[in-house]
C-alpha cells in the first residue's frame, strides 16, 4: 500500500475550522483516500473518503488536490469531541475477488482542541 | 449504520491464563473480520485477517499458536489469547467491512491487562 505522511499534531480552537493535511505522493490510480479517527480508548472511526472529486459529508469535507498526491480533511467547526487521532489511509479500490481490505494505519495526527 | 460490537471492552487476567475476545458484525455478513493490536501511543497493527469457515492468516511475527482465531460464522470471530503475559497487555482490536465497500467498521476495542 502507498504510504501516507501526516503531522504528528495539530491544534484548533473549539469551533473554528480545521484543516488536517495528508501528502500522498506514492498514490496510484485506483487507490481511494480513507480518513479515520480514534477518539481516546475507542476503536476508529469512519469519517470520510474519496477518489478523485472532493467529498462532503456530515461529519467532514475532504479536498483532493487535482494530482492526488496530497489531500485535506476539513472539519468545518471543531468541537472539544472532535479531539482525536487522524488518520489518512490509501486502499485499493480494486477488489480481488470481492473480499474486504485490511487498513494500513500510520502514525496520524493528533488533533487538540482548545475551548 | 452498520455496528461492529467487541466484547469484553475491558478485561484483566493473571500470567498463564487464556482470554477471550468477541467481535461481532450486528447488522451485516462478514466474511472477512480483521484483527489488530495498539500499544500505548502507537498506531493499530493488523495481527491478522480472520476468514469465515477457513484458517486466519496471520501477519509477520504474529504467533498462530498463542493468537488462536475462529471466524465460525459470518457475524461472529473470536481471539484467544492464550497462556497471556503481561507483554501481551494492549489494546486489541476488530473490524470488519461489508464485502466490496469502502468504509470499514470497528469494534469498540478491548483492553486487555495481564498481571
Known amino acids: 500500500d502507498a504510504k501516507t505522511t501526516q503531522p504528528n499534531s495539530m491544534e484548533s480552537n473549539e469551533e473554528e475550522p480545521v484543516h488536517l493535511p495528508c501528502n500522498h505522493s506514492?498514490?496510484?490510480?485506483?487507490?481511494?483516500i480513507h480518513w479515520y479517527r480514534q477518539l481516546p480508548s475507542q476503536g476508529p472511526e469512519y469519517v470520510i473518503h474519496?477518489?478523485?472529486s472532493n467529498v462532503n459529508n456530515r461529519m467532514a469535507s475532504l479536498a483532493i488536490a487535482e494530482d492526488r498526491k496530497s489531500s485535506t480533511l476539513i472539519l468545518h467547526r471543531a468541537t472539544l469531541r472532535d479531539a482525536a487521532v487522524y488518520y489518512c489511509?490509501?486502499?485499493?479500490?480494486?477488489?480481488?475477488?470481492?473480499?474486504?481490505?485490511?487498513?494500513?494505519f500510520g502514525s496520524g495526527t493528533q488533533l487538540t482542541v482548545l475551548p | 449504520g452498520a455496528v461492529v460490537s467487541q466484547h469484553p471492552s475491558r478485561v484483566i487476567c493473571k500470567s498463564g491464563t487464556s482470554v477471550k475476545i468477541e467481535c461481532r458484525s450486528l447488522?451485516?455478513?462478514?466474511?472477512?473480520m480483521f484483527w489488530y493490536r495498539q500499544f500505548p501511543k502507537q498506531s493499530l497493527m493488523l495481527m491478522a485477517t480472520?476468514?469465515?469457515?477457513?484458517?486466519?492468516?496471520?501477519e509477520q511475527g504474529v504467533e498462530k499458536d498463542k493468537f488462536l482465531i475462529n471466524h465460525a460464522s459470518l457475524t461472529l470471530s473470536t481471539l484467544t489469547v492464550t497462556s497471556a503475559h503481561p507483554e501481551d497487555s494492549s489494546f486489541y482490536i476488530c473490524?470488519?467491512?461489508?464485502?466490496?465497500?469502502?468504509?470499514?467498521?470497528f469494534g469498540q476495542g478491548t483492553r486487555l491487562t495481564v498481571v
Open positions: 473490524s470488519a467491512s461489508r464485502t466490496g465497500q469502502g468504509e470499514a467498521f
Open positions: 506514492t498514490i496510484s490510480g485506483t487507490d481511494y
Open positions: 474519496g477518489l478523485t
Open positions: 489511509i490509501l486502499r485499493d479500490g480494486v477488489r480481488r475477488g470481492g473480499s474486504a481490505r485490511q487498513l494500513t
Open positions: 447488522d451485516f455478513q462478514a466474511t472477512t
Open positions: 480472520s476468514n469465515e469457515g477457513s484458517k486466519a492468516t496471520y
